[in-house]
């Protein structure tokens, strides 16, 4: 979707980060607080789950009676060690609360942003449904099997667009604010074992490409998550408040982007990025 010109256009980038996407929650409360409404929402992995939901509509306290039942089991379904689980609990999350939906359907325009592993490009989904597209949004390689697609096979956004601060960009919005809820997310491993050494790899490809979303930020809302592991959902509660003090911080910064004028130019889509829509 391409905004027509008028009043100002602001989009909302909600960044990966794994369980650490809790935080999300307490951005969306100092939202809400203030009365901000977005016009367009882009999310990569943990972030797309959040991103439905804004987008649908839900309200902070909405989003909490959801995510207070998740459990690491209902994402997490292999048993076996070393043993990528399928995404379906990932998709039941989003159908269980918003239905099987479509992207279409969403109150606020909406993009989910994965990986083709079998193209390589960078995909922005913005049709289809929905619980497939958060899915394969959400499919960390060696942690979950990649989600079939349009005929793509999907992978975590994180490998190339981890904060997707471009995406509302590309797609007319003037100003972006942007969510990073793994800001700590570089740091190495001593560890040999596979699995180590694969998340560790991840990392440092989600850490070079993180740079693009605060370059294209307007307004950077990063919470301090260091404490907080993205394998576990404990501490979710802890995780909301760090992200809600982070937004009220730049709460300042964010209402000023609202009495802004529109740009006169809009960026265009590079060529390495495909679009479902």
Known sequence: MIFNRGRVKIGIAFGGGGARGFTHLGVVKAFEEFGLKFDYVAGTSAGSIMGAFYAAGYSFKEMYDVAKNIREKDIRTSKIPFTPSRTDGIGDIVKNSLGDINIEDLKTPFAAVAVDIISTKEVCITKGNLAKAVQGSCAVPAVFHPVAFNGMLLCDGGLQDTIPTDIPLMMGCDYVVS?????????????????????????????????????????????????????????????????????IDVMPQIIQLFKKKRR??????????KIIR
Do not use: H, W
């Not at 990063?222 to 408040?241: N, Q, V």
């Open 264 to 273: 006169k130019k809009f960026k265009k889509f590079p060529n390495d990025i």
């Open 179 to 247: 969510v990073d809820v793994n800001k700590s997310r570089l740091y190495g491993t001593d560890s040999s074992k596979l699995s180590d050494v694969v998340m560790c790899s991840i990392r440092i490809l989600m850490q070079s490409n993180a740079v693009r979303g605060y370059i294209n930020a307007d307004v950077m809302v990063a919470p301090e998550t260091k404490r907080f592991k993205s394998t576990k959902t404990e501490g979710m509660d802890e995780m909301i408040e760090e992200g809600y003090k982070a937004a």
